[in-house]
């Protein structure tokens, strides 16, 4: 994360870094850390993976990674960004087989902070933190999906920029709400559909005594239903 605190854990229902096989299982309902002042939330709401693992006719659904941490206690501190993969988080090798992947939500980005005091000068407000990305997946390792479905899941939204003599640039929102593919992604007989970006947060405000203008606000998020960065067939 930004701040000096520590980011949130990793894994909210399960942290595999073993082999673990699972069929006709449900991961409902579970959520990773939050981040501590200024740092990022913890990633794989539902499962985190750096091992091997294998799903059949699993449903991962209403997961949530975490949400950042807000300021770090300096003045204008930066808001922590959300947690990746709020379904499934995934740096090792993963199959999904007629599989279900639903309404996970990546981690929201924390608000920048609002310098105390008296404004004397044009000084800025904290930066706010990014949404989270992947709300269903976020695959930086090696991924196939067969006859499987990725829906409904929503990535986190940006922070609000901190308001002092200047404003505080917001965060982005969260990218790939579907699927963020930081790795080798492949799609077998799929569906992808109806996925939501996370909205960028609002920029801080300024002080015009001072010269101080308002910030930009975040840009929202791209790619609501896969987000590439890497290699996809």
Do not use: H, W
């Amino acid at each position: 994360g930004n701040g000096g605190g520590t980011d949130g854990g990793d894994g909210g229902g399960i942290y595999s870094s073993g082999k673990l096989t699972m069929n006709n299982c449900i991961v409902a309902e579970n959520s990773s850390g939050a981040g501590a002042d200024g740092a990022s939330g913890g990633n794989g709401g539902g499962i985190k993976n750096d091992g091997t693992c294998i799903l059949t006719e699993c449903v991962i659904s209403e997961n949530q990674s975490g949400n950042g941490g807000g300021p770090d206690g300096n003045a204008g501190g930066f808001g922590g960004g959300g947690g990746n993969g709020g379904g499934i988080y995934n740096s090792g090798t993963i199959v999904l087989s007629n599989c279900i992947v639903s309404a996970n939500t990546s981690g929201q980005g924390s608000g920048g902070g609002d310098p105390s005091g008296l404004i004397t000068s044009s000084a800025p407000g904290g930066l706010g933190g990014s949404g989270g990305n992947g709300a269903g997946i976020y695959n930086t390792g090696q991924m196939r999906l067969n006859f499987s479905s990725v829906y409904d899941n929503n990535s986190g939204s940006g922070g609000g920029g901190g308001s002092f003599g200047s404003g505080g640039n917001a965060g982005m929102g969260g990218n790939g709400a579907g699927i963020f593919n930081a790795g080798k992604l492949s799609l077998n007989t799929s569906t992808i559909s109806g996925n939501l970006c996370g909205n960028g947060g609002n920029g801080g405000s300024g002080n015009d005594r001072f010269g101080g203008d308002g910030a930009a606000g975040g840009a929202g998020g791209s790619g609501g239903g896969v987000y590439n960065i890497g290699s996809l067939d």
